[in-house]
Structures are given as C-alpha cells and as structure tokens.
C-alpha cells in the first residue's frame, strides 16, 4: 500500500499569499455583483455596463413582474367590492374616459398589438421635460396589467400602475428628459389586442 507524503511548511502557501487570493476573490465578487447581478435581478445599473449587455431592461422587466406579483397579493385580500359599486365604477370610468376621447381626437400616431396569454411588452416615448402627449389606450377581448413609467437623465418614475385594467386616457408630461410611457402584460388566459393613439410633442418611439 502506498502511502502518499505529507505536505511540507514549505509546500503550503504563506499568509500573503492566501491574503491576496482572498483579495482577487472578493473583488471579482463584487465586480460581478456590480455589472451583472444588480442589473439583471435589481435593475440598478452604476456602472452602466448592464445597459450594454441588455441586463439592464431584463431587471427591468424583474421588477416590473414582481410589482405585479405584490399587486396581485394585495388584491386578493382586499374585501369582495358589492355589484352596484363595481358597475357605478365602471360607468364612471367609461363616461369620464369617453368625455377625454372627444377632447382630444388629433391623435398623430396609433399603435396596434397583440399579447399572447403571460405576455408582456414596452412602449416608450422620446420627451423633454415638460412636454405633454395626450393618449388614450384600450384593450380588446380582455384586460392588461400596466405600468406607466419613465428613465433619463439618471432619472426613474412611476407616474401610475393599474391591475386588470380595459384602458386608460389621459394626458401624459414629461417629469424630466428622457423615455416616457407604458408596460403591459396580459394576465388572462386568451389574446387581447391593445390599440395605442397618441399626439403631442414627442420625438421618437421606442418599442
């Protein structure tokens, strides 16, 4: 039977060199935890390394599913709201919304598209602080959940989220320079279809 030899003092590394493995470890750590984690899973992007590589928008996305997951939470312990207030509600909604639409009808583009069930997509809208864009969105065959937010400038806003939603109208302006407008994601179980009009003062489309 062999026996193997024991290391030596002199086979086993010196405290500086451990100090200085351990110093290399630590800091790839936390470069990966800077440029990779914090954007994909976070969205916070220091660096803006996790814009480049696209890890940026999917922490994005991130967080975006985890306010619906709260949202959803919260409105499963909500108490059960009686038929006459659901459907005075809803007839308010359509009035006041009907009332804007007439307002507001030199809509200079529409936006037409399709979510499958679980499906979600952006659209933003290119603004400078203090402009305003009129709009006015609704859904087909169903309801979405969304997020009307904006990035720029260092800058990040929610301005208004809302859950199982058929549309929403209203004037949106701009908090500071930079993309401008909304997240949608289809939480039913069939395809709905959300038709976007907008006009105002924007200078590009992102989607």
């Known amino acids: 039977m062999h026996n193997a030899q024991k290391p030596t003092l002199d086979d086993l590394p010196t405290s500086a060199q451990l100090l200085k493995s351990t110093a290399i470890a630590a800091g790839v750590a936390v470069a990966i ?26 922490g994005e996305i991130k967080q975006q599913l985890a306010e619906e997951a709260e949202m959803d939470r919260q409105t499963q312990e909500m108490p059960v709201v009686g038929p006459q207030t659901s459907i005075g509600s809803a007839l308010l909604g359509l009035i006041v919304g009907s009332a ?3 307002e507001t009808q ?11 069930p679980g499906e ?5 809208l290119v603004m400078d602080e203090g402009a305003v864009v009129p709009f006015e969105w609704t859904v087909a065959d169903g309801v979405v959940n969304y997020d009307q937010h904006a990035d720029g400038s260092g800058n990040e806003i929610s301005y208004e989220k809302g859950r199982a939603v ?8 701009a908090a500071f320079t930079g993309n401008h407008g909304w997240f949608w994601r289809n939480r039913g179980d069939a395809p709905v279809t959300v038709t976007l009009k907008i006009g105002g003062d924007y200078s590009e489309i992102k989607r």
């Open 100 to 102: 804007h639409a007439q």
């Open 106 to 116: 030199a809509w200079t583009e529409t936006v037409t598209f399709d979510l499958e």
């Open 120 to 124: 979600g997509t952006e659209l933003k």
């Open 166 to 173: 058929e549309g929403q109208s209203g004037e949106m302006t």
């Open 33 to 58: 935890l800077v440029t990779v984690v914090l954007p994909s899973e976070y969205n916070l992007d220091p660096t803006g390394i996790g814009e480049v590589l696209g890890l940026a928008e999917m």
